[in-house]
DNA sequence: ATATGTGCAAACGATTTGCAACCCT
DNA sequence: AGGGTTGCAAATCGTTTGCACATAT
């Protein structure tokens, strides 16, 4: 199953367990501050700055420090469970699942929006063709306007 | 003239007033760390990083100061002279010349590569198309990497 | 029991800002 | 003369790290 999949499959249930599980399914010691950095990503669902998850982590466990979720982003990030975007000015952001598709952050609403994988990969297989640079855009945010705020 | 080729034009001379010229054509005060900025800009022609921007200027004015670099770089910005491009995790570039297409920048080498206009053009035409987003990549780098380099 | 994770504070790199002195026009 | 511009130092923001303590397995 792929991690998007696992983590959507949880999100529905209430069960407390379900970070706990994927965290052990992973090889990841199941500690507190973990446990909850993960449930605030399945709760919230889109893109997170560290400060912002934080915050969601701290309701269920106060004392998180934001030191902590920055390592705890990186090791789930080894173990492929989120990915982070860069997105210009401000922090990175940070999101269920492996290596994803090409972002948009929208210059209004600030919102995160996944671009198709039909037109992606059509950009770059032309890129591709036309000066033989191969992107791989995982992690770096493109800027824009919405269909909301346009 | 475009900015660019107002910067090509001026490139190939030798000329000390070059810089300075272009700076009084834009409503800038002439004053020595502008020019030395600028002059570094046409001499190096690609983008640079503030810190790389600053050494190559220093060659010429040598107590400008980094902090002077980037008020510079915002006026000269706000003139629409140069543009900055975020990179990543790295400091961001700054190119000559105003709003470019889509820069891609290489994983291994690190360089600059701008993607061919149609190629992004037709991209973002398709982004619009499938889901009303409009991208400006003005400011914002992708990640791959490049013919050299593969 | 041992390796691993944690809080905290301090270091870090990139960028911005307050301020007194300075220099173009 | 006068206001924008500079250098410097200090503040800021996002992120990383060193260390003594706590915890999961």
Sequence with gaps: MRLQDEAAALKGQNNVDDAETMLRTHNCKATAPRIAVLRALLRHGGALDIASLTK????????IHEATVYRTIGTLSDRGMVTHVHAGHGPSLVRLGGDHGLIALCRTCNRVTELPTATVERFILEAQEAIGFTLEPGHFALEGVCANCA
Excluded: K, N
Excluded at 56 to 63: I, M, T
């Design 56 to 63: 969601l982590a701290q309701s269920e466990v106060p004392e």
